[in-house]
């Protein structure tokens, strides 16, 4: 890249990074969260569905967490190879196949009434939506501002914590209305109908900025950027330049000649970084699961009647995108690191509440607590992944991150819930989880970098924060 092609380069991402959220934004947000929103309820439906074949089909412990862990090892896998798809060929691209995938699998997985075809559905779907899932916080992260990402970022994962009631409100409501054998397959049909959507995104959804820059398609950014400028009634000043976003990218450049690839992830400073952050992702992960796939299970055990132990379930989810709305704001003005770590305390009082309580208010009382505060911290730990990397190595970075949380929370924890249930009851079950989200942010507080008000090109960048501080000219940068 030519000294001027850098410096339009270094010009564009400045101006990107200051232009706040506009129609334009708006509308990315949209078809991200409608794209979370259909995957949510894709992946939520593994909730009943366990609660209803495990009575229909008197499913031992190992049956349950085959069936609750299938399309979450698909996740996995799809996430970890995804990574590096959507750092070579772009992040729309991976996006529109990924949801078409994973919605027809869904729709064909009520076919036929066998626990393996429905496993082997559920994981072959899990796949596509592997691929999906890192998607929209990636994209936003490079498209949003820094004094905005994490506020945008929390109201799109509470639009999708929030969707997970739908599966819930369908799920209770075939309950009513047909007989087990067909009320568990209409959860199935029913997401296997998004397929249509991926015409809207292929039309309407724009690359991201910062990897067209990559790709060196620079006409491409400026057009957009420009557009985004005259929303907010910014003037297209084209000699404006962040020199953090300039000693950053310089420094970027020295390294992708000195280290392969994804391989930078494995080294340090990358490598400290990606294990604070996998460790609270994991933490959330588990979490996740362990209400999404054993909720219903653990309060109709409670006394809960099926259909609203379900929507209890649901309900938590909804409190929990409360949650998340309030962790972006927060996060943004006061900081990732302490916003994070009391959120992680609060979540492990109320899931010991949820331990400790055997009363209808208590356990509500507890399931608010522990939704709000645990699920809540989702964004923050999703957003937080994805600052500490380059844009080069974000795709891959962020894969690997979803890959990682997902086997040890999602697959692993998941797994074992349904034992450590059998062995020591449901209060095993949220002491374990309570256990888990303070182990994982020791680590933040310890060694994780403060990542709020700052560009992604600085936060990613292997410079400490005083380095990128210091004080140089443009024309001893020599661009």
């Not at 297209?236 to 300039?246: A, F, K, R, S, T």
């Amino acid at each position: 890249m030519t000294g001027v092609a850098r410096k339009e380069e270094i010009n564009l991402l400045t101006r990107l990074d200051r232009i706040p959220v506009t129609r334009s934004t708006i509308l990315i947000m949209a078809l991200l969260a409608l794209t979370w929103v259909i995957e949510a309820f894709d992946i939520g439906i593994v909730g009943q569905t366990v609660l209803v074949l495990k009575k229909l089909w008197n499913l031992t412990p190992g049956d349950v967490g085959l069936l609750g862990t299938s399309s979450t090892l698909g996740i996995v896998i799809g996430v970890y190879f995804a990574g590096r798809l959507i750092d070579k060929f772009g992040r729309k691209k991976v996006l529109v196949y990924g949801v078409a995938w994973f919605a027809f699998f869904t729709g064909i997985g009520a076919l036929i009434p066998n626990l393996y075809w429905v496993v082997i559905m559920r994981f072959i779907a899990g796949l596509g939506e592997g691929a999906v899932f890192p998607i929209p916080y990636l994209l936003i992260s490079e498209f949003v501002g820094a004094r905005w990402r994490g506020t945008v970022v929390s109201w799109q994962n509470a639009i999708l914590c929030a969707a997970y009631v739908l599966p819930s409100i369908v799920g209770a409501w075939a309950l009513s209305q047909f007989p087990l054998d067909m009320a568990w397959r209409i959860p199935f049909i029913a997401g296997g109908l998004p397929i249509l959507y991926v015409i809207v995104l292929a039309l309407c959804l724009p690359e991201s900025p910062r990897w067209l820059l990559q790709q060196g398609r620079i006409d491409e950014v400026r057009k957009l950027v420009n557009r985004l400028e005259d929303e907010a009634g910014l003037e297209h000043d084209e000699n404006l330049i962040n020199p953090g976003i300039l000693r950053s990218l310089q420094n970027q450049q020295t390294e992708k000649k000195q280290v392969g690839g994804g391989a930078s992830i494995f080294k340090q400073p990358y490598l400290s970084r990606s294990l604070v952050s996998w460790g609270l992702y994991t933490g959330s992960m588990i979490c996740w699961y362990a209400m999404l796939v054993y909720a219903p299970t653990i309060f109709a055990t409670r006394g809960f009647a099926m259909e609203n132990a379900i929507l209890f379930t649901g309900a938590m989810m909804v409190i929990g995108g409360i949650g998340e709305v309030a962790i972006g704001y927060l996060s943004d003005v006061y900081g990732r690191k302490p916003v994070y770590f009391i959120y992680s305390i609060l979540a492990a009082v109320g899931m010991v509440m949820l331990a400790q309580f055997s009363s209808l208010a208590g356990l509500i009382i507890g399931g608010f607590i522990a939704a709000f505060f645990g699920f809540g911290t989702l964004p923050s730990a999703k957003i937080y992944i994805a600052e500490q990397y380059p844009t080069h190595l974000r795709g891959v970075g962020t894969g690997v991150g979803e890959a990682v949380a997902r086997l040890l929370g999602g697959v692993l924890a998941a797994y074992y819930i349904p034992f450590i249930l059998n062995a020591g009851g449901v209060k095993a079950v949220f002491w374990f989880v309570a256990a888990a989200f303070i182990v994982f942010v020791i680590p933040l507080m310890i060694w994780g970098q403060e990542t709020a008000r700052r560009s992604v090109e600085e936060t990613g960048s292997t410079l400490s924060g005083e380095q990128i501080k210091a004080q140089f000219s443009i024309e001893d940068a020599k661009l």
